[in-house]
């Protein structure tokens, strides 16, 4: 399984980007997918995840700012950000995991698919 990123770049505060993640499933069904970020010196987190019944789910830093959504037959994951602030300054990552619970939706760990990464600058 391949997950492919793209859609970082330099962007003013309070501006919007839409980062874009091919992945190279046959199917969707039975997964859940998401984005993460690492800011330099930090520990990756969680930002949002796609369900595999549609709910999506967002950490409380970005909800309200960013909608992550699917496309099945594009065979992609996006996640579009609006007002961003400094703050999202990080390298973003998309994540597919099958085995991935309510209880562990939020930790890097669980999932077993990861794309390389693209990288949000938020200038002030």
């Known amino acids: 399984v391949q997950l492919q990123a793209s859609g970082g770049g330099l962007v003013q505060a309070g501006g919007s980007l839409r980062l874009s993640c091919t992945i190279s499933l046959r199917t969707f069904s039975g997964y859940v997918m998401g984005w993460f970020r690492q800011a330099p010196g930090k520990e990756r987190e969680f930002v949002a995840a796609?369900?595999?019944?549609?709910?999506?789910f967002y950490a409380d830093s970005v909800k309200g700012r960013f909608i992550i959504s699917r496309d099945n037959a594009k065979k992609s994951l996006y996640l579009q950000m609006n007002s961003l602030k400094p703050d999202d300054t990080a390298l973003y990552y998309c994540a597919a995991g099958s085995s991935v619970i309510m209880s562990t939706m939020r930790s890097a760990s669980a999932y077993g698919y990861w794309g390389q990464g693209t990288l949000v600058t938020v200038s002030s």
């Open positions: 796609f369900w595999r019944s549609g709910s999506t």
